[in-house]
């Protein structure tokens, strides 16, 4: 095989971390990095939340499943996908009807539900 996929079949994630705290320049790059990763017609629909109120992230910690490392972790980052962003690029719209037309025949009910939402 080649080495990229050696590299993916050979990961794994631990969850236990230590209490140290990450440096400014640390945050920096792990967040110009995840900035910087490869999306979709390069939309890059997403938003990096980083929560520090302790409470909130010991809340969080339970809504995942009770997940003691979202609450004990130097750092905590919430990753957002932005779905609206990806759907007002992605999602084609029925062409409008005609105006000098005015007996032209609606769309269906089935369609106009289905375009409903963009």
Request: aromatic share 6%.
């Amino acid at each position: 095989m080649n080495p990229t996929i050696d590299l993916i079949l050979s990961h794994r994630s631990i969850r236990q971390f230590t209490p140290e705290p990450i440096t400014p320049v640390q945050l920096d790059q792990i967040l110009s990095a995840a900035q910087s990763a490869s999306s979709s017609s390069f939309l890059q629909a997403n938003s990096i939340v980083r929560v520090t109120d302790q409470a909130l992230r010991t809340r969080l910690a339970e809504l995942a499943g009770h997940q003691a490392y979202v609450a004990q972790a130097a750092e905590f980052l919430v990753f957002c996908a932005l779905a609206l962003s990806f759907r007002h690029h992605h999602v084609k719209r029925p062409a409008p009807l005609p105006r000098a037309n005015a007996h032209a025949a609606p769309r269906s009910r089935a369609r106009a539900k289905e375009f409903s939402s963009c």
